[in-house]
């Protein structure tokens, strides 16, 4: 049986410095590596990948990815689609802040406790497009993913 | 109004020198430079948003780069900066041998002193004699 490259979803995350919305994207990105989906995610890098790295835009031709933005300017989805190929989900956190009712987040360099709750929400939404697309099952039917700190 | 001096951080997520330059950012253009610099991010200025472009073009520049592929001066190069001062977190660490920075969306506490270094480092560049940070 040859050794066949494991499925993995690229996860590519907004930079977006100077909003809160940009450190919620790195930090829900973060949580899924880390702890949520360790074994079926990788992060691609958004400046290496604007800056022309090779290896991230090969990974995303041939591999799905999530582009995670924070507004609607949606920077880590176009740079994905000019570069490589179409995201296969795009989540923007300013529209899940509305579904979920979550204001005032605090900072671009320290969230509080709502930002921290916005947080949790975004990768519970990173979780759930990554187990469409492996076709896994729901967050709902696997136990031990979903809130906390990272 | 006089113009304020962006500062672009890396914008890296997968190492803690990363961290520690968007880290540094904030404390430059929030603690120690709060009425000379602002935080530009990167993205925008590569994706070529003419509001951040606008921000960049013709002046100084501060990119402050995580690790050696200097992505935050090479998109500062590439929109229009008069001039980009760079500045290393890699070089910095190597200054401050004894700091073991770990952690990416919370840096320990050598994360944060490197942070500190590192800012204090760019705030010199904003603040020499000739440069647009140094004008009352």
Known sequence: ?150 | MKRKIPVVPCSGIGKSLGAAAREAAYILAEDLRPDKTKVVPLSLLVMGDEDARGEVAGGEAVAIDGCKLECAAKGLACSGASKVHKVAVFDVVRRHRGLKPEGVCDLNEDGLKLARATADEAAKIIDAPGGEGSHA
């Open chain 1, 1 to 150: 049986m040859p050794n066949l490259p494991r499925k993995k979803v690229g996860l590519i995350s907004c930079s977006g410095e100077e909003m809160p919305e940009g450190t919620v994207t790195r930090r829900a990105v973060r949580k899924v590596l880390e702890t949520l989906h360790p074994d079926d995610t990788v992060t691609l890098c958004l400046p290496l990948f604007l800056a022309g790295g090779e290896g991230e835009r090969a990974f995303a031709r041939y591999y799905p990815t999530i582009a995670i933005d924070g507004c609607d300017k949606r920077c880590a989805a176009l740079a994905t689609q000019k570069y490589s190929a179409k995201p296969a989900a795009s989540i923007v956190v300013t529209e899940i802040a509305k579904e979920c009712g979550c204001k005032g987040m605090g900072s671009a360099r320290r969230l509080n406790a709502e930002g921290l709750r916005l947080t949790d929400e975004v990768a519970g939404k990173i979780v759930d497009e990554t187990n469409r697309l492996l076709r896994k099952k729901p967050r709902d039917v696997q136990r031990g993913v979903g809130g906390g700190k990272p």
